[in-house]
């Protein structure tokens, strides 16, 4: 049997675990329902990070978008990104205090 990542059966936007991890750069924890958590998975993950060096976004990637975004993966990616972005400086913020 293959191994059924997608469709998520996501039902919130955020969780418990997304609000500890807007004050952790790393927070290790995610809940499979939450499209926040998703977001934040992806973000520090080896699919978008290989996009990222490939200059475009890889076929497994774009599925994983649309398992939790649907049609409006494109919006999907921005999140992540931004997501990206914010983990990235929390890190250094970190490093810094
Ligand atoms: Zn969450």
Redesign the pocket.
Known sequence: MTAAILPLEID?D?????KV?QERADYPL??AQ?????V?SLACGPMFFQSGLDGSLSAPYRKALCGIFGDAWRQGHDLVKAEHARVKAARQQEVAS
Not at 14 to 18: I, N, Q, R
Not at 34 to 38: I, L, N, P, S
Request: net charge positive.
């Open positions: 919130r955020s969780c418990d675990y997304c991890a995610y809940r939450c499209r926040g958590c998703a934040r």
